[in-house]
């Protein structure tokens, strides 16, 4: 196992971030802070978590592989949550939806024995299913809470005329499922033909055989169609309702929305 | 069926600690065109959709026919007790799609075309895109599929507000038009007294949340509610 030492010249890339902040220097883009945050933890992480996998891998222990997927899915919650703002119990929604397509989809590959469960392939993909899902959470809550303020008065004459909430929100909630997926459907109609995903060419670049990195790549993407659907789905029937009361009235907008 | 009675009695609303309602008592008569009438922030809007109960009062009741509206469905409520709102809101691809909105949710259906003639537009706008429609007519296709729903009251909500001076005239007279023929209980909120005068039978005043009184509309225009007008030109 190769330590950190050995990232030396790896760090020359750094001259590249250097390009970005040069031009947000010169184009007074005002990034040049958020780009040196970004190398920072970008680096810690990933060290860290280099770190732990490795710890992981040393214990060969399923369990410890659960907590640190658990600990993932927490952790993306909760920042899933901040990015959702004032939606009522955004981190429970988050973390249920997430939790919920981690298992889901994980627990499918591993019933099928498509992969194997070690920690060589849960971390990595649960990683990718949680980050993912954790973006469709996002991107739907933020969605669903906007076109709810935006919309009101759409709402009220739904609900006026006897729709139930979830009747008054059906629209809000279809676009927001909508834009929630559409990124990740895009991505996988072209893939191959526009991009190699990140998984295949990490595969081909350490010496894999591409048609076996393709296998992985093909698990990847239907895992990760399948985790961020279920996530967005669970995301937006869970907090749609956190708008309403149990009466079917639009909650008011908390004054600081207002 | 005898036209529907509303009473609110000792109706409050807070939202943020902020009272919008204090305490409302109005009776609005069966079959009447009730009007609603007040300065800016005095709580008329908030008294509609406390009647319909797109919001739940904070204290207070409200009484259709003598029957506490806390105890009944909100959904069928509200399908008794249509609204009207001041901007409007028109959903669906068409027009027909759009003023049977309502009727489809409850799996009913109902004539598009026998609706459309009744707030006085052309059935052949069925087809249309709504959104294609002036906002005055879009306003009348909202009334459609309230009445759609064949409601027992209406809930009207400064509907001419959005609207030029000629599409307002036409929508006082389908009010006055609709209260006639269908019996329908109307409250009217308006925050102009030549259109009051125009429309209404009884006139209710509110001020910073409360009820300051009612008068006949005879009796409002004349010397009896001289102080009342006043107060409200005053703050308009």
Known sequence: MADLQTLGPALLTLGLVAVAVVLSLYEKLDLEKDIGVAVVRSFLQLAAIGYVINFIFGLKNIGAVVLLLAGMVLFAAWTSARRAGDVPRAFLVAAVAVGAAAVATLGLLLTLRIVPATARYLIPLGGMVIGNSMNAASLTMTRIRDDVAEQRPKVEAALALGATSRQAVAPILRTALQRALIPLIDATKTTGLIFLPGAMVGMIIAGADPLEAVRLQIVVLYMLLGSVSIAAILVGTLSYRAFFTPRHQLRRAPPSTE | ?236
């Open chain 2, 1 to 236: 069926m005898a036209p529907l009675k509303i009473e609110v009695s000792g109706l409050g609303y807070a939202v943020g600690g902020v009272e919008i309602l204090k305490s409302v008592d109005a009776g609005m008569q069966g079959g009447e065109i009730t009007a609603v009438v007040g300065p800016s922030g005095a709580g008329k809007s908030t008294l509609l959709r406390a009647i319909n109960r797109l919001i739940e009062p904070s204290s207070g009741e409200v009484y259709l026919d003598g029957r506490p509206t806390s105890a009944l469905d909100p959904l069928e409520l509200r399908r008794r007790v249509g609204m009207v709102f001041q901007i409007p809101a028109v959903f669906g691809d068409s027009v027909e799609e759009a003023v049977l909105y309502g009727v489809r949710l409850s799996g009913k259906n109902a004539d598009p075309g026998r609706l459309l003639e009744m707030v006085g537009l052309d059935a052949s706008l069925a087809g249309r895109d709504p959104q294609s429609l002036s906002v005055g007519q879009q306003q009348r296709v909202t009334m459609a599929r309230t009445l759609a729903l064949e409601p027992e009251a209406l809930l009207l909500d400064e509907p001419t507000s959005a609207l030029d001076e000629a599409a307002r005239r036409r929508i006082e007279e389908l009010v006055g038009d609709l209260n006639a023929r269908l019996g329908l209980t109307m409250v009217f909120v308006s925050h102009d007294l030549v259109q009051v005068e125009r429309v209404a039978d009884r006139v209710i005043v509110l001020a910073e949340g409360r009820s300051v009184g009612a008068w006949d509309k005879e009796d409002f225009f004349s010397g009896a509610g001289e102080r009342a007008r006043q107060f409200i030109a005053g703050r308009l």
